[in-house]
């Protein structure tokens, strides 16, 4: 069983910064590609970022490019999301997913394995 779990959520103020871990156990997804999502309270969830399996292509959401940025260690088996400049908009549970192959993907229902979400809160 694969199971990946985030770490790295708290509270900040706005324009400050965290970085998101997701460790990976039960096998190694080096042949994964790698996607953060979220979810704000009473909104749906939605795609922030994704990487692909050698970390050479990224894509993310609008509203957060040049603010975050996804990478990951193979070695490791994690993948981090940098968080700068978050705003208040920012709040939300954040998602870490894997898809199996190499292939980039954006979709949440293109994804194969979820971990259980850690808590951001950007306050004003």
């Known amino acids: 069983q694969v199971q990946l779990v985030e770490s790295g959520g708290g509270l900040v103020q706005s324009g400050g910064s965290l970085r998101l871990s997701c460790a990976a156990s039960?096998?190694?997804?080096?042949?994964?590609?790698m996607d953060w999502f979220r979810q704000a309270p009473g909104k749906e969830r939605e795609f922030v970022a994704a990487?692909?399996?050698?970390?050479?292509?990224?894509s993310y959401t609008a509203s957060v490019k040049g603010r975050f940025t996804i990478s990951r260690d193979n070695a490791k088996n994690t993948v981090y999301l940098q968080m700068n400049g978050l705003k208040p908009e920012d709040t939300a549970v954040y998602y870490c997913?894997?898809?199996?192959?190499?292939?980039?993907?954006?979709?949440?229902?293109?994804?194969?394995?979820w971990g259980k979400g850690t808590l951001v809160t950007v306050s004003s």
């Open positions: 997913a894997a898809k199996e192959g190499r292939t980039i993907a954006t979709k949440d229902y293109r994804m194969d394995y």
């Open positions: 039960g096998r190694t997804l080096s042949n994964c590609a």
């Open positions: 990487i692909n399996w050698s970390g050479g292509t990224t």
